[in-house]
């Protein structure tokens, strides 16, 4: 399968732990986007990377997060010191050139669980 | 900013019944793009449809076709002959045109049940 993949699939962890999910997107995709979507709700932006460049950050993406692209392919998310409000699934979209019009193909997500 | 507003948390259908999902959105750009993503249950998302806004033909994709009004902010989606495997959370989205026009902003989504 060639589509866009997120590991682990789920993660349950304890109230001020540190978690970190990664994304590996579609390889010719030079785009890779991370949103948080909490139960009932649509997704919301957290980021984006054009190549390994962070060019854009939500102002949901507190100082406790913190995403990377070393070589402009996969890219991992950080929490730290996890709080019960970030359980959520995290989706990691690609997409391929510059224009807008380019899909962004989504990941299976990584659901978090705080306790 | 832009907001996205799906106004039907919840809709049914018949099989091969037809059925309508809801969206308004507020934005004051007159170059954007509007999606329809899919979300079944469990599985990850995938886009359904796509309409430029410069663009006045409705976009068709199979039995999946939308309305859009853009000077009254609206754009629906029609379902034709609806099947099981159409039952998903059905997200309208609005992206911004152009480089500068990156996340996609969704609305809060409109779980469609199928019924056999």
């Known amino acids: 399968d060639t589509g866009v993949s997120q590991d682990p699939r789920h993660k349950i962890t304890k109230r001020g732990q540190n978690v970190t999910f990664r994304c590996d997107p579609i390889s010719e995709h030079n785009r890779l986007y991370w949103y948080r979507q909490t139960l009932g709700q649509g997704p919301e932006f957290l980021t984006y990377?054009?190549?390994?460049?962070?060019?854009?950050k939500s102002r949901l993406l507190s100082d406790r997060f913190s995403a990377e692209r070393p070589k402009g392919s996969f890219s991992t998310l950080e929490i730290q010191r996890t709080e019960q409000g970030d359980s959520a699934m995290y989706l990691c979209?690609?997409?391929?050139?510059?224009?807008?019009?380019?899909?962004?193909?989504f990941g299976p997500g990584t659901r978090l669980t705080v306790t | 900013a832009q907001t996205v507003t799906q106004s039907q948390p919840e809709m049914s259908v018949q099989e091969a019944e037809t059925v309508t999902l809801s969206c308004t959105y507020d934005t004051s750009e007159s170059d954007y793009y509007l999606f329809w993503y899919k979300q079944p249950p469990s599985r990850q998302m995938i886009l359904v449809i796509r309409q430029e806004a410069y663009k006045q033909q409705n976009a068709t994709e199979n039995r999946f076709s939308v309305n859009f009004q853009k000077a009254a902010k609206s754009f629906s989606l029609k379902i034709s002959d609806s099947q099981l495997g159409d039952a998903a959370m059905y997200f309208c989205a609005y992206r911004s045109y152009g480089s500068s026009g990156s996340r996609l902003t969704f609305g809060e989504g409109t779980q469609l049940t199928v019924n056999p």
């Open positions: 990377f054009q190549n390994e460049a962070q060019l854009e």
């Open positions: 979209a690609s997409s391929m050139g510059l224009a807008s019009a380019y899909e962004q193909y």
